[in-house]
């Protein structure tokens, strides 16, 4: 008898052990954010959801910006119920509008003198290629442009801040691409590409936004950071086959549930990254650690250039100068 009991010992360590080192780090910080307002977008599931959560946790006024907003109400129902006289706001936001990115900042502004962080968390995988009413391919607005122009319509409002902080969610997808996959999938908007190079691609092209801005704001109180937070089991894979269908995904489960990260802790690292007292700016954050990103994500030269690119294909639809 002892020797089972040994055994189902031994594994449940085992298997503990799998689960703690594929968790990835937690955020250990005890900042709070009383009264300090946090914009998250696609808070309404996800990695979104469960952040917003740690952060009502802590007293911050959130934003959740919200494409889906019947779920994102849910959402602020869950904050208020765990948390009763949160500060919570609900508000529509679509990343694959310009349009809608620009009313959103307007009412933003309107409602709120100062925003402390902002946290471009939507983001959208293996999508099926099409335009945004902007003429842009989806993947490439929602994970780039979009938080591109979200982020300069908002710059003034966290400069009003004494500190403020912008965290763009990358991935470790940005490895797979290089230099032509990166030109191609910007240039040509209409080109095929695979699902897989178009996310890769979008996810580099942050890490390449989050290192020339913050070289431009490198005299602001803004501090702009990039993080990776990991294989998380979140409804991103909705259109990926592999997952999307739940026969497959049963067969799966078992090993996911063992090696992949849920919500919760999927959100640490930007959780870290709003928390932390280090003030370093323009870094990549991987399970709540300074990290390196590919070599071709840390050139300065690239992406500065890329910083350029990107205001050349967005000319007419906003302007930088008065922002940086």
């Not at 968790?23 to 917003?52: E, F, H, P, Q, Y």
Request: hydrophobic share 40%.
């Amino acid at each position: 008898m002892w020797k089972y009991i040994g055994g189902a010992v031994v594994t449940g360590g085992i298997i503990y052990g799998v689960m703690r080192y594929f968790g990835g780090g937690i955020c250990n910080c005890s900042t709070r954010l009383d009264g300090l307002v946090i914009i998250i977008t696609g808070a309404n599931s996800g990695i979104g959801k469960a952040l917003s959560l740690e952060l009502a946790r802590r007293g911050a006024t959130l934003v959740l910006a919200c494409r889906d907003t019947r779920k994102g109400l849910d959402v602020k129902c869950e904050i208020l119920a765990a948390y009763p006289g949160s500060q919570v706001h609900l508000k529509y936001l679509d990343l694959a509008s310009f349009a809608s990115i620009f009313q959103f900042s307007e009412v933003i502004k309107c409602e709120f003198d100062e925003i402390y962080a902002l946290v471009n968390n939507a983001g959208i995988f293996y999508h099926p290629q099409e335009l945004t009413e902007d003429g842009f391919e989806i993947t490439f607005q929602t994970n780039y442009l979009g938080p591109f122009v979200l982020t300069h319509y908002l710059l003034n409002s966290l400069k009003s801040s004494d500190h403020a902080r912008i965290v763009n969610l990358s991935s470790e997808a940005h490895r797979m691409v290089n230099v032509y996959d990166l030109k191609a999938v910007t240039t040509c908007q209409n080109e095929f590409r695979s699902h897989i190079v178009a996310y890769s691609v979008s996810k580099l092209a942050l890490i390449l936004f989050t290192r020339a801005l913050s070289k431009k704001l490198s005299k602001s109180n803004i501090i702009v950071n990039a993080v990776n937070p990991g294989n998380v089991d979140t409804n991103i894979y909705r259109h990926f086959p592999w997952l999307s269908n739940p026969w497959l995904y049963a067969l799966q489960w078992p090993i996911r549930r063992l090696v992949v990260k849920n919500p919760g802790q999927g959100a640490q690292t930007a959780l870290h990254t709003l928390l932390t007292s280090n003030r370093s700016t323009g870094q990549y954050y991987t399970n709540c650690k300074l990290s390196l990103p590919s070599p071709l994500a840390s050139n300065e030269e690239i992406a500065n250039e890329y910083y350029a690119t990107t205001l050349e294909i967005l000319a007419g639809i906003f302007s930088t100068e008065s922002d940086c």
